[in-house]
C-alpha cells in the first residue's frame, strides 16, 4: 500500500472495511474499500469478480461512484493476498446528511427543492443501471454518496448487484435491506425483476420528506420481515389477486385484515401533489405496473427542476 498515504479507517460492513486514503502519485483522495476474501485455488471469489464487473460496466455514469482501479497486494510468508477496490471519494452518503439536517438548529429537514434534485440523480442512476440489465438489490441511503460540495448523489455499493440474463433465473428473496424490500420479496417472491429496485426508491423518496413522519419513524425501526409485512398493507392497503395478481400463490403469503390504502397527500402534507402521485406508482404492489425509472424521469414532479444542471 505503499501507494497511499494518510489511510483512516472511515466505514466497515459486511464485505469488508472501507478507508479514506491519498493517492501519492496525483494527490488525489480516493477510499480504499478491503475485501474481505479467502483467496483459494479457484482465486478471487465470484462475487468479488461480479461487483468489479459491473462496476466497470457501468463507469460511464456520473450517477455511479466511480471504481477507479483495483489493488491485489502480494501474498508473504506471514500474510494472505488482500484485495483494494479503489473509489474516488465523496463527503458523505444520503444518511448521514439527512441525519445532520435533522440535528441543525437551522434546518431540521431537506428542502423540497434538495429532494426532488436528489431522487432525479438517483432515478438517473437507476435508470443507467437497468438499461444495462443490472439490478442493484440492495437500495438505501446508506448506499447513496453525495458530493456536497456539487451537490452529486452517486449510486455505491453493488455487492449485490445482478446483472439479469435471459430467460430469466430465480434469486434469493434475502436482499434488500429489510425496510426498503418490495413486498413481493417479503413474500418469497424468487422471480423478480427492477422493479424491486423502484420499491426501494419510493421508499427513500418517502423517508427523505419530514413531514412524512409517521411512515419515516415507522419504516427505519422495522426489524423483522414479519413487521414489514404487516406495516405495508396498513400503509398501502391489503394485498388482493385484483391488485396484485399472483399474490397469494407466494410462499409466504397468508390472510391480513382488511385495510384500505392511505391517503398519502395527508401523510406528507408538505408534498406537492405530483410527488404523492409519483411516490404511489412506485409503491405499487404489482411490478408490472410498478414506474419505471426512465417513466419517473418523465412524471410531471420533475417539470419545475432545471433540468440542464445533469
Known sequence: MEKYDNLEKIGEGTYGKVYKATDKATGRLVALKKMHLEIGDQGIPPTTLREIS??????????????????????????KPVLFLVFEHLDTDLKKYMDSRRCSPVSKSLSPSRIQSFLYQLCMGVFHCHRHGVLHRDLKPQNLLLDQRRGILKIADFGLGRALIFPPKSYTP?????????????????????????WSVGCIFGVSDSSFLSFRLNIISLNHAADAVIFIPRICGTPTEEVRPGVTSLRDWHAYPQWKPRNLGLAAPSLEPDGVDL???????NPAERTSAKEALDHPYFRSLDKSQF
Request: charged share 15%; hydrophobic share 45%; net charge positive.
Open 54 to 79: 459491473l462496476l466497470k460496466m457501468l463507469y460511464m455514469s456520473i450517477y455511479v461512484v466511480h471504481l477507479l482501479s483495483v489493488e491485489l497486494t502480494e501474498k508473504t510468508s506471514n500474510s
Open 174 to 198: 434475502g436482499v434488500v435491506t429489510l425496510c426498503y424490500r418490495a413486498l413481493e420479496i417479503l413474500l418469497g417472491s424468487t422471480h423478480y425483476s427492477f422493479g424491486v429496485d423502484m
Open 279 to 285: 411516490l404511489s406508482k412506485m409503491l405499487k404492489y
